[in-house]
Nanobody
């Protein structure tokens, strides 16, 4: 059971990136997938969550309107589309799952399986 995050890179302020979180060893659509980020010197923070029960998505209020989440079941992948990027979005982005089938978005401490992280750097 693994998650692989990819798609990070260096982008100018105002640009866009799409991060991918691909699962192996399990069918991603039956599990909640969360996105988190950690900037240098800061604590990890939640970014978004996609529910497995009703496909509803949640994005933290501060990122709504710029970040969206989607899923491609055929590719066993969840995406985090990030638009209008700002230097303060610079962080390592992680995807994770609580690996509990059929659940809605859980508390942050419930995530059990983590991807390796992908670096996003936004230049001013």
């Amino acid at each position: 059971v693994q998650l692989q995050a990819s798609g990070g890179g260096l982008v100018q302020s105002g640009g866009s990136l799409r991060l991918s979180c691909t699962a192996s060893g399990f069918t991603l659509r039956y599990y909640v997938i969360g996105w988190f980020r950690q900037a240098p010197g800061k604590e990890r923070e939640g970014v978004s969550c996609m529910s497995s029960t009703d496909d509803s998505t949640y994005v933290v209020d501060s990122l709504k309107g710029r970040f969206t989440v989607s899923r491609d079941n055929a590719k066993n992948t969840v995406y985090l589309q990030m638009n209008s990027l700002k230097p303060e979005d610079t962080a390592v982005y992680y995807c994770a799952t609580d690996y509990v089938p059929g659940m809605t978005c859980p508390p942050a401490g419930s995530y059990e399986v983590w991807g390796q992280g992908t670096q996003v750097t936004v230049s001013s």
